[in-house]
């Protein structure tokens, strides 16, 4: 979240931020509860005063063997407004707290203006779009004419946006996030298997509450969420800790499965596995220090990148306009890979810099030599989203025959080159 204190002192700044963010935000409600909140304090502070010259006279009207009976009863009166004022305080500093919590982070300065994602900045490209000599098929009819995708049966044991993989289906899902973790633990990365269910402290701490609680799945019998994302478990390792400054940056690897409900999407992608409740993912997390965050940021994205240049795969860079930018960051960059049965480049990773605002819903703090702390930097990023790279791979590496090729750096784990 924001600071307080630099909301109160920077609100025309804050308000600006937020009109050119897509939706509406209430900064006034912030400042209005602020108000509220700091008049009960000074009240409270000024009858306390009183209260306590009163009980110095009472003291003394006592010591004397004089009557205090009038100055007590006031005394109580006072006594009693106080609680009164206490009373509202609680609800008002909650209230303050949610209206905060429901303010997005800031843009930066570099992220360029813009409406929603048609006003996104290309940065670069890797390879040039697929071609074929053919015209090639989309990944869900290419998954059942091998018999390796099956979201019938998927749709009768759970229900749509589900799939079961058969087979080589199932090796190739395997394989591609097993050379994901290798390729990201090579590069200096510490790989983490957390669970796949956090309390509700962990989604506000990385901003899915309270925003976004109408995508994620709530396990009714206990309140844990089923997690969207690996960003959530392992960015929530270290809230509420203080780490040496000696010891950032820190990269974390992770492999989960993701659970989205998707409650925004209906009629998008209905079919294959660019959008499903369920999908594998391969997270990447850093916490830095403040001033390297954003070479952490470009760090991250080309680590996320050498996954597609490794497989071969057509892809683009995209710097998020202020209208697409996700509710926690300040600064992404989408990496879309070509997909050839949509014409287009599709979203296989975005890598977020949150700066502060994460850390600061957790808690987590660095420490210098010196004995100095602030909040650190979080940054994550997909490396990456594994249903999607084994759509984006069945598509461009699909031959005229049906059969699709294998990449190279994937054969050692698939024990083959092709699939038929």
Known sequence: MLD?????????????????????????????LDRKRRDI?????????????????????????????EIIARMKEVGDKIKELDAQLAPTEADLKMALLSIPNIPDKSVPIGKDDTENKEIRRYLTPTEFGFTPKAHWDIGDDLKIL????????????????RGLGARLERAIYNFMLDTHTANGYTEIFPPYMVNRDSMYGTGQLPKFEEDAFLVKNNGYFLIPTAEVPVTNMLRGDVVDADKLPIYYCAYTACFRAEAGSAGRDTRGLIRQHQFNKVELVKFSMPESSYDELESL?????LILQKLGLPYRVVCLSTGDLGFS??????IEVWMPSYG???EISSCSNFVDYQARRMNIKYKTRDGK????????????????????????????????RVPEVLVPYMGTDIIK
């Open 4 to 32: 307080l204190k630099f909301v109160v002192e920077n609100a025309d700044f804050v308000k600006d931020a937020m009109k050119t963010r897509s939706g509406e935000y209430d900064v006034d409600a912030v400042l209005k």
């Open 41 to 69: 304090l000074k009240e409270v502070e000024v009858l306390k005063a009183e209260r306590n010259r009163e009980s110095a006279q009472v003291a003394a009207l006592k010591k004397e063997k004089k009557d205090a009976s």
């Open 150 to 165: 099956d979201p019938a049966t998927a749709a009768k044991i759970s229900g749509a946006r589900f799939t079961v993989y």
């Open 301 to 305: 994205t080309a680590e996320a990148e």
């Open 329 to 334: 960051s300040a600064k992404t960059y989408d």
């Open 344 to 346: 287009r480049y599709v």
């Open 373 to 404: 702390t602030g909040f650190l930097h979080t940054l994550n990023g997909s490396g990456l989203a594994v249903g999607r790279t084994t759509a984006a791979i069945l598509e461009n590496f699909q031959n005229a025959d049906g059969s699709v």
